[in-house]
């Protein structure tokens, strides 16, 4: 079932980061996030998170989310272009 599914959380998410102008639906999205992230470590969900609260004009829960993408990129050797433009993105 969807409750214990990280990927289907996320791409719930996913779709409304992408799609969700409301409010409260982008409210509901972060809480989303958070579950998939509860039920495993992701990336894209921490960058997910940034963007989600950016749009609901939460900058410093955006950044912290950001970073914590970045932070886990860079533990991986993985590239941090994305999270380095959201970054960039919360800062202006």
């Known amino acids: 079932f969807a409750w214990n ?8 998410a996913i779709v409304n980061v992408k799609n969700i ?7 509901q999205s972060i809480k989303w996030a958070e579950r998939s ?3 495993k470590d992701s990336y894209d969900v921490y960058l ?3 963007i989600l609260n950016m749009k609901t004009g939460n900058k ?4 912290e989310w950001a970073q914590k993408g970045r932070n886990m990129a860079l533990q ?3 590239d941090t272009i994305r999270a380095d433009e959201i ?3 919360i800062k202006k």
């Open 87 to 89: 970054i960039s993105q």
């Open 48 to 50: 997910i998170l940034a």
């Open 60 to 63: 410093n829960e955006a950044m």
């Open 76 to 78: 991986n050797k993985w």
């Open 5 to 12: 599914n990280p990927n289907q959380w996320k791409d719930i």
């Open 21 to 27: 102008a409301d409010h409260l639906a982008l409210k």
């Open 37 to 39: 992230l509860q039920l």
